[in-house]
């Protein structure tokens, strides 16, 4: 069969992911255990890869049990109720929250420290749970509304002062929706964008590859919320967008003659994911 297979060039790794994973590498390089508190990155095979270097991941139950060992903070970031726990147990952190996530958390705070007087409210557009967001909702001493959707808008007080904020990874479009429906709903309300550079460049540029290729393969963990999030975008855009975990689960059946295959990614698969991918296909056909 006749085909051509492509990598998105702007597929891969964020920077908090790469700087993450680099900090993981590097202690791994001198000891021979590091503890990441949740997975560094939301990939199985790149966790093998750590985990063979080493690389162990706890659970915040866990951590509670630890007492004077190395934790790594992963690029999420964590609440500040997880530092007093580490603190507490004489816990070394190594702390991998993304800058990006930092800013956000410090304007997260300052905004509801600001707002605590006038009965202001912080509402946080995100997947509930989600480590990211559970940082961010630490800097309001858990009071902050999570929103995870336009039909949740409804929850929130419109007589109150809201400050608006998104988790990083979050769909620009989506939060755009989001944006003006609290506008309208809320007499005061206060918009902070906060979807991170990256994710929102990397918007644009995949609803161009998607629908420059005319099959595309997204390789991601079906846990990573950004993952979703870039799926269904694909899948907006083209119809031929299939979701995988790794290279084993490409079906020869989904290819036709003249195939312009496009291999990309979420912020959390790596560069040699894709590659691997990537050769599969060319194995099969070319
Ligand atoms: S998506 Fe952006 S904010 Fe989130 S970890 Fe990556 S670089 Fe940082």
Do not use: C, E, N, R
């Given at each position: 069969m006749n085909l051509s297979v492509e990598i998105d060039?702007?597929?891969?790794?964020c920077n908090g992911v790469v700087r993450a994973v680099r900090q993981a590498e590097e202690y791994l390089s001198r000891e021979k255990r590091l503890y990441s508190?949740?997975?560094?990155?939301?990939n199985s095979l790149e966790l093998e890869r750590l985990k063979a270097k080493g690389l162990e991941i706890l659970e915040l139950e866990d951590v509670r049990r630890l007492h004077n060992e190395t934790l790594l903070i992963r690029a999420h970031g964590e609440p500040p109720a997880t530092y007093a726990l580490a603190e507490a147990n004489g816990i070394r952190i190594i702390d991998c929250t993304c800058p990006v996530v930092l800013q956000l958390q410090q304007k997260v705070k300052e905004v509801y420290q600001g707002m605590k007087d006038s009965a202001g409210q912080v509402v946080i557009f995100g997947k509930r749970g989600h480590a990211e967001v559970n940082g961010l909702v630490g800097q309001t001493e858990g009071t902050a509304l999570v929103i995870g959707s336009l039909e949740e808008v409804e929850r929130i007080d419109p007589a109150r002062l809201v400050a608006l904020f998104s988790q990083?990874?979050?769909d620009p479009d989506e939060y755009a929706q989001i944006c003006r429906a609290v506008e309208q709903r809320c007499n005061h309300t206060v918009v902070f964008d906060t979807i991170c550079r990256q994710v929102a460049s990397r918007h644009k540029s995949l609803v161009a590859f998607a629908r420059t290729h005319s099959i595309i393969l997204f390789v991601s963990g079906k846990e990573s919320s950004n993952g979703k999030v870039l799926f269904d975008l694909c899948l907006s855009e083209n119809p031929r967008s299939r979701w995988l975990e790794?290279?084993?689960?490409?079906?020869?059946?989904?290819f036709l003659e003249g195939d312009t295959v496009g291999v990309c990614g979420a912020t959390s698969t790596p560069k040699w994911q894709l590659e691997e991918t990537a050769a599969k296909v060319s194995s099969l056909f070319c």
């Open positions: 060039p702007g597929s891969g790794f508190l949740g997975a560094i990155v939301h990083t990874t979050k790794d290279a084993s689960q490409i079906d020869p059946s989904w």
